[in-house]
């Protein structure tokens, strides 16, 4: 029999050298985004590949010269579009998070005659992709908005219109949605079910069960539901594009394809460091969150 | 002892809190999901230019399809996508999780590095690539020229098109990879060393023991792929859409329903192709289910 040691140092010593070629090739795309961001325009647009300026003490000045411009461009205003995004993305998360917990509740601690009819039909929707049912939605939303014109309500009281404004983006997460009550559901179906039956003979309600057992017990899993509806609102592109009509109410993902798309050309040293600016608080939110954001994927749609 | 009739208001009275606990889903899915899809089948039959009410024209936003060159090139160029995305982001994502399995050292960090990009949000994503296949000062073909290669003006050029976009597409492999690894960790360790025992060379231990075991994991990556190829959108919207019109190779089917919705006012046709995509997203899902049948080992079914 041959002697296995060396070629299993030779086949450890090549995964070893893939691995790192293949995180080398991944980091790569990211790592001159944010180099690209720290140069002068000069230099960024320039036959020179470098990681850092040159000099490289010119660095972080460079850094903050570009940031700053980005962040105060008068036309483009990222400030603006940062609070919109965090608008959307905390009202439809804490919608998103309650609702979906409050269904999954009903198809899994409630025991009645049509909850595995109700739960086909969530799984059906979860097939229908947005593009589908785009166009009409709008339409939806415009028939809104129109109903309360017709009632009077609507020059009268602006705040109220759908379109053009924030509202299309986060009402619908108040009403749940599939993946995260499907999610959801199958960790609530894992819960003992003594819990429950031992808080009604104290004659608790399930408004009280709900409340103060089985939302505090599901807290890794509402993370997880919080966490990718989050990450789905930031990364958002096609539903603002569709409901957001004045650039003053823009979210980071539509003000950031404005701002490359300007009349005239926006220079790379800029566009790099806006995009910085929009890809980093989802980065530093995996690394606080890694595990669970992990856990999550690798359960999603596995498991029975 | 409690009476039938008791009995039965009980029954009734369980079946009015269920529905009360699932009905914000039962009013949100009727008012944005199946409402709006009732009214895109209804306006897909007739002519819908959104600032007048429809006019019923029977079929013809259908039959009209056949005859419309931009709409054939969008599903050319969305099938040509999806044909090679999905076969080569799959040979990827399990490779790589092969890579990963067992004991390797840093693997945390090798997987975080993997993932990252799939966080990355799409218009960022196309604002990235940009830069990197600038023709000019791009680092890709900066880099290609080092080693003497000329690099292509990649996604100017429309014959390199296709492969700028399928290259991106390999980037966002991460969340199949975190699957694939899930499933790997589940295969039973005495397969592995029977493999060995009968012999097995490391690559027949992957093909035979590992590849058949996560094959469920296989299907369902292929199936969230599809979906996604379809109705790829933010990426070659932000990237291919030109001043002076579309570059027509990175024009595909999601970006021509949503001018036709919103740009060229044609509301009807744009029904019409959404509920085209529907039924070939569910055409494509049915024809991989019942293909993995003989290909997909389910343990213990």
């Known amino acids: ?304 | 002892m409690t009476s039938p009739r008791s009995n039965r208001r009980r029954r009734f009275r369980e079946t009015l809190i269920g529905l009360a606990w699932t009905s914000p889903w039962l009013v949100g899915s009727a008012l944005f999901v199946f409402l709006p899809m009732a009214m895109s089948l209804y306006y897909s039959f007739t002519d819908f230019p959104l600032i007048e009410p429809p006019i019923w024209t029977g079929t013809s936003n259908y039959a009209r399809m056949g005859d419309d060159p931009t709409f054939l090139r969008v599903v050319h160029n969305t099938a040509i996508y999806a044909a090679f995305s999905i076969p080569l982001c799959t040979i990827l994502g399990v490779s790589l999780a092969a890579l990963l399995q067992g004991r390797v050292r840093f693997a945390r960090f090798f997987r975080a590095c993997i993932f990252i990009p799939t966080l990355v949000p799409l218009v960022a994503v196309a604002m990235v690539w940009m830069w990197l296949f600038n023709g000019e000062f791009g680092f890709i073909n900066q880099a290609l020229s080092r080693i003497g290669i000329k690099g292509p003006a990649w996604i100017v050029d429309a014959s390199w098109v296709m492969p700028s976009m399928i290259i991106m597409s390999l980037w966002s492999v991460g969340q199949s990879v975190v699957i694939y690894t899930a499933a790997m960790q589940d295969v039973p360790r005495h397969l592995y060393e029977a493999a060995r025992l009968d012999g097995m060379t490391a690559f027949q231990r992957f093909r035979h023991v590992t590849v058949p075991m996560i094959s469920p994991a296989i299907l369902f990556n292929v199936i969230v792929m599809t979906i996604n190829a379809v109705q790829v959108f933010a990426v070659p919207y932000v990237m291919f859409r030109r001043p002076d019109g579309q570059n027509p190779a990175g024009h595909f089917y999601t970006m021509y329903l949503y001018e036709n919705a919103f740009v060229y006012g044609q509301m009807g046709y744009a029904c019409a192709m959404a509920w085209l995509q529907l039924l070939i997203i569910l055409a494509l899902t049915g024809a991989m289910f019942l293909a993995s049948r003989k290909l997909v080992y389910y343990r213990g079914a």
């Open chain 1, 1 to 304: 029999m041959p002697n296995p040691a060396p070629s299993r140092a030779i086949s450890s010593a090549v995964r070893y050298l893939l691995l790192t070629a293949v995180s080398f090739a991944f980091l790569m795309p990211l790592v001159w985004m944010v180099s690209t961001s720290i140069k002068p325009e000069s230099q960024a647009a320039s036959g020179r590949v470098a990681l850092l300026p040159d000099p490289v003490s010119s660095a972080p000045s460079q850094a903050a010269e570009n940031y700053a411009q980005v962040w105060n461009d008068p036309a483009v205003q990222f400030p603006i579009y940062l609070r919109n995004t965090l608008v959307v993305a905390a009202l439809s998360v804490i919608g998103m998070t309650l609702s979906s917990a409050m269904v999954a509740y009903g198809l899994s601690r409630v025991r009645w005659k049509g909850r595995g009819l109700i739960l086909t039909l969530v799984l059906a929707t979860m097939m229908i992709p947005f593009p589908v049912i785009m166009a009409p939605l709008y339409i939806v939303f415009r028939s809104i908005d129109r109903a309360m014109e017709g009632a009077g309500i609507l020059p009268a009281a602006e705040s109220l219109r759908m379109i053009g404004s924030l509202k299309p983006l986060w009402i619908p997460a108040w009403f749940g949605g599939a993946f995260n009550i499907f999610l959801l559901r199958q960790f609530y179906m894992g819960l003992p079910k003594e819990l429950d039956e031992a808080a009604r003979l104290d004659g608790m309600s399930h408004w009280g069960i709900f409340w103060r057992i089985i939302l505090p017990l599901s807290r890794p899993a509402l993370a997880v539901v919080a966490l990718f509806h989050f990450i789905y609102v930031w990364n958002d592109f096609i539903g603002p594009l569709i409901f957001l009509t004045h650039r003053d109410t823009f979210t980071l993902a539509l003000g950031l394809q404005l701002y490359q798309g300007q009349a005239g050309m926006t220079p790379w040293n800029l566009l790099m460091a806006a995009s910085t600016l929009v890809v980093a608080p989802v980065l530093v939110l995996f690394m606080i969150t890694q595990r669970t954001l992990v856990e999550g994927i690798s359960s999603s749609g596995l498991k029975d």
